[in-house]
């Protein structure tokens, strides 16, 4: 069983910067990794992007490709999102998830943290 939380959402001006985190607890698995989405008002859930726990490799979605940055601390257990040069239509619930990272399986979901981006 694995348990993640999530924090560092608020407010930014678009153009800004903010940094997610993703606390994990529990054993991690073969094949383990964590994935950042998002969902916003109305919308469905959207993939943003992951990384693997072993080796670091990291996968992003087009629209954030260049922008966003995932990024772990294997002595902490967390995965940061450094979210740079925000957009209005990066306004989300953002939500971490573990699961098997090869197959994009995504089992532990945490509640989420609101981020706003201001135009």
């Known amino acids: 069983q694995v348990h993640v939380v999530e924090s560092g959402g608020g407010l930014v001006q678009a153009g800004g910067s903010l940094r997610l985190s993703c606390a994990a607890s529990g054993r991690p698995f073969r094949g383990y990794g964590l994935g950042w989405f998002r969902q916003a008002p109305g919308k469905e859930r959207e993939f943003v992007g992951s990384?693997?726990?072993?080796?670091?490799?990291?996968y992003y979605a087009a629209s954030v490709k260049g922008r966003f940055t995932i990024s772990k601390d294997n002595a902490k257990n967390t995965v940061y999102l450094q979210m740079n040069s925000l957009k209005p239509e990066d306004s989300a619930v953002y939500l971490c998830?573990?699961?098997?990272?090869?197959?994009?399986?995504?089992?532990?979901w945490g509640q989420g943290t609101q981020v706003t981006v201001s135009s």
């Open positions: 998830a573990a699961g098997d990272y090869g197959f994009s399986r995504w089992d532990y």
């Open positions: 990384i693997s726990w072993a080796g670091g490799s990291t």
